[in-house]
């Protein structure tokens, strides 16, 4: 194998050569024309001209090579007390069968499918069976208020959405389907049937000649893979904007499978036979990436668990999965790790549980703070490794790849660009100058984007241009701030727009003002993240009173609080509204919202020169004081 150098400097020397050897893992149908298409600028296509399906790259070639009988998905569930266990022929099965099933309801190559289901096995064999058949699938988190499902619907317009009839939350049972009916009401665009999985745990009822129960549905007949092109779109997955209305990222199905199986032995270090865990949900990329698509695709076992790090039935829940499952390296959030440190500081039930399979830990979604990875490091006695991706890229943009072995690990750096990414640093007041080691800039990748990297948003090329490549012509901007030490090490500090991230789940904070303005009381509205010891951040939102409303505070922050909850949905984790009398402005009108969540957040800073009253700033303080902010202060008090 080449030493990561040698594969990194190939990948940005010689792009076509490095994917094209690097494809010979994938199954095709018929070759590619041309590995990459750099003709239409600043659109690439990767692997145009070649054939192939991404459901049979994962489940069916794996069977053909006699991997039949290898677990390829263990579904544990503490929620419901059950582990079940699908080797690669049932899976194969199953997909296939649901696959027919989506097809007699009339669902064919190209037609968008949204999946709104839980942590269950039927989520995965829903999306393998629309990559069966050609149809592309869109799959919406579950804790997404009907509204935001809706607003999918309109932009993917589904002709079928696949639901489960609830989701389980600890001591709470979420009736999926009136969302799912609610949000079917609310958008403009109808599907034509719904498919519904009945759990025990509640029963839904259904819409005659629209909704079909999925025990049916998967009853069909076997289907064999539909030969779709490279290029064709396998999923839609949105994400969070800088407005109320989220992105359509659009993935295909070539350059993604290559990529993504390449990931899995070099980034992770796992071989085919491995069991790999990435504790997600399906609903965000880390579930699509690396419980359903990677793993699969690298003849792995991949473990579906409907749990939360703690309360699950305590904070020993990872390490008896990785016990039980004989997990080789398991993927997460630091948020779980904070949660688990928090309920168990000392690490006192990890000495209940044989460790003796588990190599490496893997740390992505948000910053990785070095507590966190201190602690982890210190229990575990293994390698805790942060990397650095996003919902667009589909897969890691800075790891320390342990399948080439293993580099120094800084804290609070995700290591070294992963081959196939050119990232620099940009300066954002003048695009034309990067910045030199240590200083801190807008995060750039050169473009094009290696395989499996979004080659457009859904039916919106301007969108896709405009939210990420008109600024830093000739780059893909990620959004994210931070710099490049002097040993090419990368350091991901901020966003450079209003995306947060609350228990490693991306929101924004301008769809969070949108509810809180269209509130009838409120004039003006500003929300931020600020500095949480559990979440990482959690929305803070400060609002304005239109003159005249004299009605309780209290009153209004609750309407507020369950407004956001009603409109964007309970994982936006918006619990904190505070009604201040003005909000510090520039001159020109510009609400200070970085001074505001430095003093939140206990940060020294800077009035600006440009404040129309800085007086604002000292009202700011003592509302957030009275809050309970900044939460230094909440703990030492
Ligand atoms: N369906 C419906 N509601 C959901 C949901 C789902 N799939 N997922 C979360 N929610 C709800 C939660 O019940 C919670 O509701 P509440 O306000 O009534 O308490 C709310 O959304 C916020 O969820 P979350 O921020 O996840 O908080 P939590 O207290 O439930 O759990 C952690 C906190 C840290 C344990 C949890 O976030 C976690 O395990 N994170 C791991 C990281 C992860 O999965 N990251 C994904 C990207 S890698
Ligand atoms: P998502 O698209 O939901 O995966 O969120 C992607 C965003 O999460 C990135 O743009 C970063 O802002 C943040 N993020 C993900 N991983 C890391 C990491 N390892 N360190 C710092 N920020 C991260």
Not at 103 to 118: E, N, S, T
Not at 257 to 283: C, N, Q, R
Not at 486 to 492: C, M, P, T
Not at 618 to 624: F, K, Q, T, Y
Request: one cysteine or more; glycine letters at 10%; aromatic letters at 8%.
């Amino acid at each position: 194998m080449a030493s990561y150098e040698e594969d990194y400097r190939s990948s940005l020397e010689d792009p076509e050569g490095f994917w094209g050897d690097v494809a010979a893992e994938i199954s095709w149908e018929k070759p590619w024309r041309k590995v990459l298409n750099d003709s239409n600028p600043p659109f690439y296509r990767w692997f145009e001209g070649a054939e192939m399906n991404t459901c049979y790259n994962c489940l069916d070639r794996h069977v053909e090579v006699g991997r039949g009988d290898q677990d390829a998905l263990i579904y544990d569930s503490p929620m419901t007390g059950q582990i079940k266990k699908f080797t690669y022929s049932e899976l194969t099965d199953l997909v296939a069968r649901f696959a027919g099933g989506l097809a007699k309801l009339g669902i064919k190559k190209g037609d968008r499918v949204i999946i709104y289901m839980p942590m269950v096995p039927e989520a995965a064999i829903a999306m393998l069976a629309c990559a069966r058949i050609g149809a592309i699938h869109s799959v919406v988190f579950g804790g997404f208020a009907p509204k935001e499902l809706a607003t999918r619907i309109d932009d993917a317009k589904p002709v079928s959405i696949i639901a489960g009839s609830c989701g389980l939350e600890p001591g709470r049972i979420i009736e999926y389907k009136p969302l799912l009916d609610e949000a079917i009401e609310i958008a403009g665009h109808k599907p034509v049937t719904c498919v519904v999985l009945q759990r025990p745990e509640c029963e839904a009822s259904m819409i005659e000649g629209r909704d079909h129960d999925w025990q049916d549905v998967a009853a069909a007949d076997p289907t064999p893979c539909v030969t779709v092109a490279a290029t064709d779109p396998l999923y839609i997955l949105y994400t969070s904007g800088t407005t109320g209305i989220p992105k359509g990222v659009v993935r295909d199905n070539g350059g993604h499978a290559v990529a993504l199986k390449w990931s899995m032995k070099h980034v992770y270090g796992v071989d085919p036979g491995d069991v790999f865990w990435a504790a997600s949900d399906v609903g965000w990329v880390v579930g699509h990436s690396y419980i359903v698509y990677a793993p699969l695709l690298h003849g792995c076992t991949s473990i579906l668990f409907e749990g939360k790090p703690v309360g699950t039935p305590n904070a020993g829940t990872f390490w008896r999965v990785i016990q039980d499952h004989k997990v080789r390296a398991l993927f997460t959030a630091p948020t779980a790790f904070r949660a688990i440190k928090q309920q168990d500081p000392e690490g006192k039930l990890l000495a209940d549980y044989d460790f003796s399979n588990f190599e490496t830990l893997f740390l992505a979604g948000e910053r990785a703070d070095p507590d966190t990875i201190i602690w982890a490091q210190q229990k575990l006695d293994r390698p805790v490794l942060d990397h650095w991706w996003q919902t667009e890229t589909g897969w890691p943009m800075g790891a320390n790849c342990v399948g080439y072995g293993m580099k120094p690990v800084k804290l609070g750096s995700p290591t070294l660009p992963v081959a196939g990414y050119d990232i620099r640093v940009i300066d954002e007041h003048d695009p034309s100058h990067e910045m030199a080691a240590g200083e801190i800039g807008a995060i750039a990748v050169k473009l094009p984007l290696p395989p499996g990297g979004l080659p457009t948003l859904w039916e919106n090329d301007d969108g896709y241009i405009k939210s990420y490549l008109a600024d830093i012509p000739g780059f893909y901007k990620t959004g994210d701030a931070g710099f490049i030490d002097e040993d090419g090490y990368l350091f991901i500090m901020a966003r450079t727009d209003d995306i947060i991230n609350v228990a490693g789940h991306r929101l924004s904070t301008g769809g969070m003002e949108e509810v809180l303005a269209s509130h009838e009381n409120v004039a003006e509205c500003a929300v931020m993240g600020v500095k949480d010891e559990l979440k990482g951040q959690v929305p803070v939102g400060f609002v304005v009173l239109s003159a005249g409303v004299n009605r309780p505070a209290g009153d209004i922050q609750k309407e507020l609080v369950a407004l956001v909850r009603q409109k964007i949905g309970p994982v936006a984790a918006f619990k904190v509204a505070l009604i201040v009398k003005r909000l510090p402005k520039t001159r020109s009108g510009k609400i200070l919202r970085g001074v505001m969540r430095k003093i939140a957040d206990g940060e020294p800073f800077k009035t600006p020169a440009t404040i129309d009253d800085p007086e604002i700033l000292n009202e700011i303080a003592e509302v957030l004081a009275s809050a309970g902010y900044p939460e230094e202060e909440k703990k030492d008090a």
